[in-house]
């Protein structure tokens, strides 16, 4: 069965710092790896998708990555803001959807 | 993209009884899914909604709990039946929509029992 982690659970940094948010999957067969944001009591957000085939994609300050053979992703977030705090969740697609348990982001002003 | 809606957002409800939650598409989606998140956990898949037949459900999920209406491609229930306090959660429905099936979705509905 494919498991998803994300490390760190939380992470907390003063406004402007350029960070990396980790996922890591155990079955590197995989069909595509998307990224979210989740607000307090709202739904996920979609941030980026990247295909089995890709190695990076970006949006704006935010750029992922796909190492699929490491069975690594990451989530690199430029010159972060206050509005970027949030969970941020990665879910790979094999099949069906799986979840990891979300990095806890926290942007100090 | 696609825009997804829900209602109700949030509810209150009594031990035993049941609640219905919509689940309304801007555009056609190929597969929707519904998912519970439990407060402080990740998204655990209840099942996906197939147009015009039974919904696929995983394991540790049955249809007489938790039965799935998806009429057409842009629309589909959920109720949770005969509810306990353990049911007491989030549930969220999404789709799959554009080339690369980029998986969007609801706001979620907050589910509480007593």
């Keep these: 069965k494919q498991e998803v982690t994300q490390i760190p659970a939380a992470l907390s940094v003063p406004e402007g710092e350029n960070l990396v948010l980790n996922c890591s999957f155990t079955d590197s067969a995989i069909y595509n790896l998307q990224w979210f944001r989740q607000d307090p009591g709202k739904g996920l957000t979609s941030l980026l998708l990247i295909q089995s085939s890709q190695r990076e994609q970006t949006s704006g300050r935010l750029n992922a990555s796909l190492d699929k053979s490491s069975g690594r992703s990451t989530l690199y977030i430029a010159a972060s803001q206050p509005g970027d705090s949030a969970t941020y969740l990665c879910a790979v697609r094999k099949g069906q959807f799986y979840f990891g348990t979300g990095t806890s982001l926290t942007v100090i002003p | ?114």
């Design chain 2, 1 to 114: 993209s696609a825009v997804i809606s829900q209602k109700p957002s949030r509810d209150i409800c009594q031990r035993g009884t049941s609640l219905t939650i919509q689940c309304q598409v801007d555009s056609q989606v190929t597969m929707m899914f519904w998912y519970r998140q439990q407060p402080g956990q990740s998204l655990t898949l209840i099942a996906t909604a197939n147009q015009g037949s039974e919904a696929t459900y995983e394991s540790g999920f049955v249809i007489d709990k938790f039965p799935i209406s998806r009429p057409n491609l842009t629309f589909s229930t959920l109720t949770v039946s005969n509810m306990s306090p353990e049911d007491s959660s989030i549930y969220l429905c999404s789709g799959l929509s554009g080339v690369w099936e980029t998986q969007y979705f609801g706001p979620g509905t907050r589910l509480l029992v007593l």
